[in-house]
């Protein structure tokens, strides 16, 4: 999941802007247990989309 979407309870503001002590304590949480939850949605499937043609390209040289 990524951060861009999630609400604080405690403030009530998106945790990506980290107003308060409780979305950036958050906010480092996830950055820190998946390095790719800073990406956003596009970026992700864009990151998908290049390594399978990368793999399809070597599966079609190796044949």
Request: glycine share 4%; charged share 15%; with cysteine.
């Amino acid at each position: 999941m990524t951060y861009d979407r999630l609400v604080c309870a405690n403030c009530a503001a998106p945790v990506s802007e980290g107003r308060c002590p409780v979305c950036r304590a958050n906010r480092e949480r996830i950055q820190q247990q998946n390095p790719l939850s800073g990406l956003n949605p596009m970026a992700l499937i864009a990151l998908v989309v290049v390594l399978v043609a990368a793999v399809a390209l070597l599966a079609h040289q190796t044949a």
